[in-house]
């Protein structure tokens, strides 16, 4: 019998206990992800920056847009990732030149952002 779990797992498509990354390559302005299960995933820097999950971005993204706001130097600064260190087994910790590194990926989220042909345009189901 399932004893009650503390948190609700979302679920997925596929199990991430089985897929987990093979390769990660920096490419101009995108990373890319070999998975155990084949695929390869295109991470353009901007989406994953606009993903990204920590508390201070997310407060970011619901704040109504500022007309009369000024460009903040990160936001000068091309995008670039400068380290991506895992974090146990089922995520990165993503630091951004720019200093930012309070966002905490996890693999199946990665995968979710992946930006390759097959996943985004009409993804099945
Ligand atoms: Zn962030
Ligand atoms: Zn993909």
Partial sequence: MAVGRAKRLRTFDFSMNDILPTKLQKDSGLIRIQWSDGHESVLPYKNLRNACPCAGCKEEAQK?????????????????????????????????????????????????????GSCQPGKPG
């Fill in 64 to 116: 109504p847009l500022n007309p009369f706001r000024i460009l903040k130097t990160n936001e000068l600064a091309p995008l670039e990732v400068s380290r991506l260190d895992p974090v146990g087994r089922y995520a990165y910790r993503i630091t951004w030149a720019d200093g930012h590194d309070t966002g905490i990926f996890r693999l199946d989220y990665l995968r979710s952002l992946c930006q390759c």
